[in-house]
């Protein structure tokens, strides 16, 4: 595939973005009270929130990937 370099650089930094802040993310919401019910069970608070986090983790490293196969 042939781009410019300069979007190549952009879905990188695109990339490296989400897959900083969603790591940091999941820890708030792991550590939410509302996360768990009164038994320690997920809520669907914490279920939404972990495909939420996961879907954004895949789409960051597929956009990491394209990235990279286009820069070189």
């Known amino acids: 595939m042939d781009i410019p ?3 190549s650089v ?4 695109t ?3 989400n897959l900083l802040i969603w790591p940091r993310f999941w820890q708030r919401i792991a ?4 996360s768990r019910d009164a038994g320690g069970h997920a809520t669907k608070f914490l279920t939404v929130h ?3 986090i996961a879907v954004s983790l ?4 597929a956009v990491g990937v394209l990235g990279a196969l286009t820069l070189f």
Do not use: G, T
């Open 31 to 34: 550590a939410d009270p509302r």
């Open 5 to 7: 370099v300069a979007w």
């Open 15 to 17: 990339a490296a973005w």
């Open 10 to 13: 952009v879905l990188l930094v």
């Open 58 to 61: 895949a789409l960051a490293l």
């Open 50 to 52: 972990s495909v939420l």
